[in-house]
C-alpha cells in the first residue's frame, strides 16, 4: 500500500491528473491550487489542497498512485447508494485496497465524509455484526473489517481541508470498558470537516482523565461515544462526573451511541443526544463557537436533542453509533 505524502511536486501532480507541468503551474498562478515555497524557492503542493482541487473541479486522475492513492482511485464513478454493499463484500474478505478505492471515489466524486460515515462505513459495519451473528462471518473477519475501516479514517482524514487557526476546539472519546474505536474516530472526523479542531482521545479513558481534559482544554464542545457499558451504575457514576466537569468548564457535552437506550438517558444530563454524525455535526454548527469561527454543515443537519436511539444490535461486535 503506498503512503500518502503531505507535500507533492508539481510534476507527481501533474502526471497524476494527466496534464502538462506548464499547465499545473498556471492553475497555481490562479490561485486554482495551493503552493509552498522550499527554502530553495520550489514548488510544493499539499496533498489535502491537490485533494479538494480534485473534488471541485471535477479533474479526473490518470496515475492515482503517484499521490499514495489505490491504482484505480478517480478514474470511475462509485455511487453512495451501491457503496455500502460493495463495501461489505469487501470487507468480508478482507480487501483492503478495494475499501480504499471505494471511500476514496466516493470523497473524489465530492460526497461528504460525515455521509461516508453514516452511509457507508457505519452501515457496513452493522451489517458485518449482523452476519457475525447469524454465523455467516467469523469475530476475525469482524475485527479485520474494523482494522481495515480505521486505517481507512484516517487516510480520509489527511484529505481534508486544513483548518483556520480560528477553529473552534472539540474532542472527545469513550469512558471505561469500552474500547469501541470506530464511533469516536468517525466523529473527529466529522467534525473536523466541518471545521472544527476536533480530536479524539481514544477509547477506555477514565473519567477522571476526561474531566481533566474538560478542565485544561476550554474547548466548547465534547463527545462521548458509548458503545458499550460494563456496569450500568458504575457508567451513571463516572458520567455524572464527566457531566459535572463539562459544566464546570462551559462546554457543551454531547452523547450518542447503541449502549445509550431510552431510560439511561432519562438518568443523565447533555447538551444533546445524538443518532448519527450528521446529528453531531448539525448540532455542533448551531453552538456559538462555530458561528464565530465560521464553521459550518449544509442546511438542512439539525441536532436529535434526547432523541430516541435505534435498539442495541447485540450481536455487533463493534459499533459504529456516535
Given at each position: ?19 502538462s507541468e506548464s499547465s499545473l503551474k498556471r492553475w497555481c498562478d490562479k490561485g486554482l491550487l495551493t503552493t509552498q515555497k522550499t527554502v530553495g524557492g520550489h514548488r510544493r503542493l499539499p496533498f489535502n489542497d491537490v485533494i479538494q482541487f480534485l473534488r471541485q473541479s471535477g479533474q479526473r486522475l490518470s496515475q492515482p498512485e503517484l499521490l499514495g492513492l489505490p491504482a484505480t482511485a478517480g478514474q470511475g464513478s462509485t455511487v453512495i447508494s451501491r457503496a455500502c454493499e460493495q463495501v461489505v463484500a469487501a470487507l468480508v474478505v478482507g480487501d483492503a485496497e478495494q475499501v480504499r478505492r ?221
Open positions: 500500500q503506498n503512503t500518502v505524502k503531505s507535500l507533492l511536486t508539481p510534476k507527481q501532480v501533474a502526471r497524476a491528473i494527466g496534464v471505494l471511500i476514496v471515489d466516493l470523497y473524489l466524486a465530492g460526497q461528504r465524509a460525515v455521509e461516508i460515515c453514516d452511509k457507508v462505513l457505519a452501515e457496513a459495519l452493522h451489517r458485518i455484526g449482523q452476519q457475525w451473528g447469524h454465523g455467516e462471518v467469523e469475530v476475525y473477519q469482524e475485527r479485520r473489517a474494523v482494522e481495515i475501516v480505521v486505517r481507512v479514517l484516517y487516510e480520509l482524514r489527511e484529505m481534508l481541508p486544513s483548518l483556520s487557526p480560528s477553529a473552534p476546539a472539540a474532542f472527545g472519546g469513550t469512558l471505561s470498558g469500552d474500547f469501541y474505536i470506530l464511533p469516536t474516530t468517525m466523529a473527529e472526523l466529522a467534525l473536523r470537516e466541518a471545521g472544527w479542531r476536533a480530536d479524539s482521545f481514544g477509547t477506555n479513558l477514565p473519567p477522571e482523565t476526561f474531566a481533566a481534559a474538560l478542565a485544561s482544554n476550554c474547548a466548547p464542545l465534547a463527545w462521548l461515544s458509548v458503545s458499550h457499558i460494563p456496569d450500568r451504575t458504575t457508567f451513571l457514576s463516572d458520567y455524572e462526573r464527566v457531566a459535572r466537569a463539562a459544566s464546570l468548564a462551559g462546554t457543551a457535552l454531547v452523547v450518542g451511541g447503541r449502549a445509550l437506550d431510552a431510560e439511561l438517558r432519562q438518568d443523565m444530563q447533555f447538551a444533546a443526544a445524538c443518532d448519527n454524525f450528521r446529528h453531531l455535526v448539525g448540532f455542533a454548527a448551531n453552538l456559538p463557537a462555530a458561528r464565530a469561527a465560521g464553521a459550518s454543515v449544509k442546511s438542512g443537519q439539525t441536532a436529535a436533542v434526547e432523541s430516541e436511539s435505534r435498539p442495541p444490535n447485540p450481536t455487533a461486535v463493534e459499533s459504529v453509533d456516535n
